[in-house]
């Protein structure tokens, strides 16, 4: 079992920066991805970033890239998410999830280890 816990949501004006922690504990060897995720109120869960722990090439979703990079640090079990040029839209709570199976890393729906969710809110 994987225990995934996240942290540095907040409030921030358009245009600010915000970075997101997850700390993985558990059995985070088993591990081939983590991942980061949103919901905004009334809307479905989407992923928003993607990382391999081998070390491939990051995923992406299209109305973050060029503005949020996701790190991580394998030694450390921690996941990152920096966030730059926000915009009100990116307003949702963020999760990070992790999944076992390397070939789940892009069907999101296999993702079965979730932290609680960290809020970011982005005034207009």
């Known amino acids: 079992q994987v225990q995934l816990v996240e942290s540095g949501g907040g409030s921030v004006a358009a245009g600010g920066s915000l970075r997101l922690s997850c700390a993985a504990s558990g059995y985070t060897g088993s591990l081939s991805c983590m991942g980061w995720f949103r919901q905004a109120q009334g809307e479905p869960r989407e992923a928003v970033a993607i990382?391999?722990?081998?070390?491939?090439?990051?995923w992406y979703d299209d109305s973050v890239k060029g503005r949020f990079t996701v790190s991580q640090d394998s030694a450390a079990n921690a996941l990152y998410l920096q966030m730059n040029s926000l915009k009100p839209e990116d307003t949702a709570m963020y999760y990070c999830?992790?999944?076992?199976?390397?070939?789940?890393?892009?069907?999101?729906?296999?993702?079965?280890?979730w932290g609680q969710g960290t809020q970011v809110t982005v005034s207009s």
């Open positions: 999830a992790a999944v076992q199976v390397e070939r789940y890393c892009r069907d999101f729906g296999r993702y079965d280890s």
């Open positions: 990382a391999y722990r081998s070390g491939a090439t990051p």
